[in-house]
């Protein structure tokens, strides 16, 4: 159990709880849910590692 990739489960649940915020909240609900999904996110990493690296999420081509 400590090998599942959490960051897809993640982006899941946060686009079900986006796509749920826009369905009934409609426009401003969206917004909402969306800056405080990416405030949450910027915690998580702080206290994950105690910085803010976000360099780790984009994948290189080399």
Same mark, same amino acid.
């Given at each position: 159990?400590?090998? $599942?990739?959490? @960051?897809?489960?993640? +982006?899941?649940? !946060? %686009?079900?709880?986006?796509?749920?915020?826009?369905?009934?909240?409609?426009?401003?609900?969206?917004?909402? $849910?969306?800056? @405080?999904?990416?405030? +949450?996110?910027? !915690? %998580?990493?702080?206290?994950?590692?105690?910085?803010?690296?976000?360099?780790?999420?984009?994948?290189?081509?080399?």
């Amino acid at each position: 159990m400590n090998n $599942v990739p959490w @960051l897809p489960v993640i +982006g899941m649940a !946060v %686009g079900i709880a986006l796509g749920m915020a826009g369905a009934f909240g409609g426009l401003g609900a969206f917004l909402l $849910v969306l800056v @405080l999904g990416a405030l +949450g996110f910027l !915690v %998580g990493r702080i206290a994950e590692s105690g910085e803010i690296n976000l360099a780790n999420l984009s994948a290189r081509r080399r």
